[in-house]
C-alpha cells in the first residue's frame, strides 16, 4: 500500500519550449525551456479615450494608460477594436467571461455562472500536467479569481504572499543541486489519498449526475495532488535561474484603511516568476482585483468600482487607477524579462494575457475590451505591434493564444460567436 | 427569490393556536452533496476534538447562492486548491489530536499489526467523522492504511494518525450526503437536524436516536429537537444562520475610508457584528420573543464604541450590557444597527441603492433588477445636488433607471439620516435631509417609522420562512415544495412570529426528514 519513488528517474528529460503534452516533450526548439502561460486581471476596465495608442502595426505610441510599458514595449502586443459579442446580462461577468471562456454567462448579477472553462485550464490541461503545479491561482486584492474548469467550478486565488510562500518554497521544494533529503512522511500522505480517491469513486457510484462531475473535478484535484506528492520525493528540473527566493513579510496589513497593494504585488510577483523559472508551474492566473471589486487605490477619494460610476466628467481618478493597474502588471513582465534562459528570457519563453471585465466602467461597454499580449511565447506570436480592430469578436483572440501555446485548436467560441480564424497578425 | 412574490398570505396576527392544517405533500428535486461551508468544517472539528483545536486557517471559499453559502455549498465543487487545503488541514488536525491530553487511541496496541486494536480506533473513529458507522469495507480499507503505515513506520500510533489524515479528507467528511432519492436514512437526517440547528455534527446522543430508529417518527424526532435546543450549539447555529443571512462576514473586512470617517475600524464592525448577533440570540433563544421585535426595539446591547457612535452614554466601562436607546433618538431594531448601516453603504459615503437592495432582497424576498448594460450610472456631483436624494433624482427621471430606483431608492433614503458607518445626521452638505417615503403604499416618515412598515409587511414574515427553510434543506425550494413553504409561513405568521416554533416546525416536518416524498 505504501508507494514510493515510483517516478523516480522519469521526471529526468529536459522540457521544452513547445508545448506539446509534458511528457511526449523531448525535442527542444530553444534550448530545453518550457513555454508558460500568464493571464493577469485588473478589475473595472479603463477609460477608452485614454487608452488606444496612436498608429498601427510596428509603427505606434504608448497612450496615457499604457505608458508603464515604456521598458518592454518591444515585447508587448496592444489589441484594440475586440468587443464581447454575447449578450451583456450580467456586467461584469459577461464581460471577462466573454473574453476568457468564449462563451455567454448565465444567470443574473448575484448568481451568475459560467458555461465554459477559461482559457488558462484549456492551456493547463495540456501543458500543465508535468509539473508539481497544474496551475496557480494568485490574488492581489481578492481570493475570487476568474479561473474555472466548467460551471460550479472555480480555482480560487493564494492572496496571501506567505501562504503561497509556503506552498511553493516550503519545506517541500527542493533546491536545484542541493541534494536535500525525501521526506519519509511523503508516502504515508500518498498512501492516504489512494483510500480518499477509492472513497470518492464508491461515493460517486452511489450519486446523480451533477454530483457524479462534482465529485469527479474533486477526484481530479486529489490526482493532482497525489502526482505532486510523487515528483516532491524527486528533483524539480535544474534550471539555473531557479533558486529558493526570499520569504515575504507574514502580513501585509492595511494602512489607513487602504491596502498595501504595491508591496503585495511585488511580493507575489516575485514568487510567481520564481515558481515559473523553477517550473513548479507553466501556468499561472493573476487576479489583481476582482470584476465590481471596490477596492480602495492610492490616493483615490473612493473605491474603485463607485468611481467608475460616479465619478464626473473625464474620470480623472479612475484613469490614474487603470495606470496603477497596468504599472503592476508591467512589473510582472519586466521581471519575467530579467530572468534569463538560453539565448533570451523566461518572457520570451512565455505568453501573457492582460485584460479586464469591461471596457468603459460606467457604461459598463464591452465594445474596446482593453487587452495586452506580452512575450511571444517561443516566437509564436509578433510583438511591438499595435493591431486595431473595428468591433471584432474577441473569440479570434483566444483562439490565437490556444494556439500560440500549442494547442492543436481548429475553432473556439460558443454557439454563433464560434470562430476557426485567429488574429493573423498577431500570429508569427 | 424562490416563490413569494406571488405567496398567498396567511392573515398575520398576533394570536397564537393558529392551526395551519396539516403538512402538504412535497416532491423535492434531486438531492446534492452539500460541501461543508467554512464555517461548518470549522465547528465540526471543533466537536469532535475539543475546544482547544486549531483548525486550518484556510479553506476552499465558500460559494454563495443569493447570498447564502449553505445554499452554494450544495452546487459548487472543490478546486485543486481546495484539495490541497483539505490536505493541509487533515494533517494539523491529526497531529494535534495525537499531541493532545486524551489518548485518541480506544485500546493498547500489542504490535504494529495489532489488528483488533486498529479495527476499534477505526470503527470509533470512523463514526465520528463520517457522522455514520462505517461500512465493512470502509472499515477494512481504513484498517489496512493503519496497519501498512504502522509496520513502515514501526509506529502504530503514526499508522492510526495516518488514517485519520485520511478520513478527515474523504468525501465522507467534507461532504455531507443525501443520496437516496425520497428518503434519507437515519444517519442523513442526523446530520441534517444538526446542521441546521448546531451548524455542527450530530453528538453521541443524536447518532444514538438515529441507530436506534428513533428519528422514523415526528415524536423521536421532537424529542431530539427539544434536547437540540436545550443545548449551548442551538445559539451558535442560530448565530450562523444569522451571519448567513445577513452576509455579517463581511464585517471582517469592511473598509471604510479613514478621512471620512474616522472612527471606523475593524474592532467597531467587530462590536457591531455582536450586537447584532447577540440580540438575536436573546429574541430568539432566551426570550423565543416576536420576530417582528428585531425591527423596532429600542433595546440595544452595546459597548463603548458602540454607545459613542449612536451617541448616548456607554452602559459599561468593560465589554457589552443592555441599553435603552431614548424615545426621540431616530434609531430602532436592525435598520438602526451599525453593521447593516455600515455593511450596505459605500467605503466613503452611505447608499440608499444598496439599503434598499437589502430591505427590499434580504427582508422582504423581493427581487430587484441589475442596472442594464450600457446606461451611464453616475450621480451628479454634491455641489449641483446638496443631498442624496437630490442627486439621485437623476435615476428617477431617466426612465431607464427609474424603474428599478423607484423601488429601491424610495426605501433606501429612509435610512438617509445615518451616514455611512451609521452615525445619526440631521443635514448633508448643510441641507436637511428628508427621510420620508412610501413603502408599497404604506407611507413613512422616518427610519423609525421604516422599520415598523417593514415589520408590518405582507412579505416579511413568509420571506423570513422561505429563507430559514432554504437553509434547512439546502436548495432553493422548488415549484413541488412550495405548499410546503406556504404551510411554514402560514404558521409562523398565524402564530406570531416565533422563530423557534418555525425551526421546530421545520425540523420535525415529513419534508424535512424525507428530503422529500416521491
Known sequence: MIRRNFLRGMLGGSAVC?????????????????????????????????????????????????????????????????????????????????????????????????????????????????????????????????????????????????????????????????GGLVDPSLGYRRSALDAVMADITRLQNRVGAADRERLEQHLTGVRELELRLARLQDDPPDYEACVRPDSPFPEYPDIDGRPQLIARNAAQNELVAMALACDLTRVVTVQFAKPVGNTLYPDASDGHHNQTHNEPGGQPEVHAITTFCIERFSELVQRLDAIPEGDGTLLDHSICLATTDVSEGRTHSLDEMPVIVAGSGCGNLVMGQHLRYNRLNSNHLGLTLLRGMGLVQGSWGEDAYEVTDGLSELEA | MSTLITLLLACSGPDEGYDAGPEPAVTAPEPALRRLTIRQYQNTVRDLFGEDIVPPSSLEPDATLEGLPSLGAAISSTSPLGVERYEVGAIQLADQRFAGAVDPLPCQPSGVSDTACATAYIEAEGRRIFRRPLSEEEIGQYVGLLTSVASDAADFRAGARFALVAMLQSPAFVYRSEHAAGTLDPFELASRMSYFLWNGPPDEALLAAAEAGELATAEGRSAQVDRMMDDPRFRRGVRDYFIELFQLGGLASLGKDPMVFPNASPELWASAKEQTLYGIEDLVVDRDADYRELMTSRDVWIDRRLA???????????????????????????????????????????????????????????????????????????????????????????????????????????????????????????????PSGVLDGQEFADAVELGAAIASHDNFGPCFADRLASYAIGHLPTDGEEEWIHWLADDFVGNGFHVKRLMRQIAVSDAFAKGGAR
Open chain 1, 18 to 178: 513547445v508545448a506539446l503534452p509534458w511528457l511526449e516533450s523531448t525535442a527542444s526548439a530553444t534550448g530545453g525551456f518550457p513555454q508558460r502561460f500568464v493571464t493577469w486581471m485588473w478589475a473595472n476596465g479603463n477609460r477608452p479615450e485614454r487608452w488606444t495608442p496612436m498608429g498601427e502595426g510596428s509603427e505606434w505610441l504608448l497612450s496615457d494608460e499604457l505608458m508603464p510599458l515604456m521598458p518592454v514595449k518591444d515585447k508587448v502586443s496592444i489589441v484594440t477594436g475586440l468587443s464581447v459579442l454575447y449578450p451583456n446580462n450580467v456586467p461584469h461577468w459577461s464581460g471577462i467571461g466573454g473574453m476568457l471562456t468564449g462563451a455567454e454567462v448565465g444567470g443574473d448579477d448575484e448568481d451568475w455562472v459560467v458555461h465554459a472553462p477559461t482559457l488558462d485550464q484549456l492551456v493547463a490541461a495540456e501543458v500543465g500536467n508535468g509539473t508539481i503545479y497544474r496551475s496557480l491561482q494568485v490574488g492581489i486584492d481578492t481570493e475570487e479569481c476568474f479561473s474555472w474548469n466548467g460551471p460550479n467550478a472555480q480555482n480560487p486565488a493564494e492572496k496571501d504572499p506567505f501562504a503561497l510562500y509556503e506552498r511553493l518554497f516550503g519545506p517541500t521544494f527542493v533546491e536545484p543541486g542541493s
Open chain 2, 308 to 434: 459613542a457612535l449612536y451617541g448616548i452614554p456607554a452602559p459599561t466601562l468593560d465589554g457589552f450590557a443592555w441599553a435603552t436607546l431614548p424615545e426621540d433618538s431616530g434609531r430602532r431594531g436592525l435598520l438602526g444597527h451599525a453593521s447593516v448601516l455600515g455593511l450596505h453603504a459605500h467605503a466613503v459615503s452611505s447608499s440608499a441603492t444598496r439599503r434598499g437592495k437589502f430591505m427590499r432582497g434580504t427582508l422582504l424576498c423581493q427581487i430587484v433588477p441589475p442596472p442594464p448594460a450600457d446606461v451611464d450610472t453616475s450621480i451628479p456631483e454634491p455641489d449641483d445636488a446638496p443631498t442624496l436624494r437630490d442627486r439621485l433624482q437623476v435615476h428617477q427621471e431617466d426612465p431607464t433607471c427609474a424603474g428599478c430606483h423607484i423601488i429601491l431608492d424610495s426605501v433606501g433614503l429612509g435610512l438617509e439620516n445615518f451616514d455611512g458607518v451609521g452615525r445619526w445626521r440631521d443635514r448633508e452638505n448643510d441641507f436637511p435631509i428628508d
